[in-house]
Nanobody, 122 residues
Framework: QVQLVESGGGLVQPGGSLRLSCATSARTFYINGMGWFRQAPGKEREFVAAITWSGSTRYYADSVKGRFTISRDGAKNTVYLQMNSLKPEDTAVYYC???????????????WGQGTQVTVSS
């Protein structure tokens, strides 16, 4: 069973930055892609960003392109989401996810983390 543990959420002012981390317990050769989704109150969960475990391919939702950057550290089995120029509409619970057969595009998760709250407010 793959475990995904997020950290790094919190309260930040508009225009500020946060970095989310997602550590996985899995041997990474089982996973070909990881990424992030988010769910705001009263809304459906939406895709944010994904990366192949090799780091060769990254894919972003249009709403975060140019502001968010996904990366990974293979030695630490960890994926990061650097979020800059945050807006109130970025407020949501952010979920880490992993897909065994990911190649590109929107992630289709096989595993989920428990979520971490990000609140953008003055």
């Amino acid at each position: 069973q793959v475990q995904l543990v997020e950290s790094g959420g919190g309260l930040v002012q508009p225009g500020g930055s946060l970095r989310l981390s997602c550590a996985t317990s899995a041997r990474t050769f089982y996973i070909n892609g990881m990424g992030w989704f988010r769910q705001a109150p009263g809304k459906e969960r939406e895709f944010v960003a994904a990366i192949t475990w090799s780091g060769s391919t990254r894919y972003y939702a249009d709403s975060v392109k140019g502001r968010f950057t996904i990366s990974r550290d293979g030695a630490k089995n960890t994926v990061y989401l650097q979020m800059n120029s945050l807006k109130p509409e970025d407020t949501a619970v952010y979920y880490c996810a992993a897909e065994l057969r990911y190649t590109t595009g929107v992630l289709s998760p096989d595993y989920w983390g428990q979520g971490t709250q990000v609140t953008v407010s003055s």
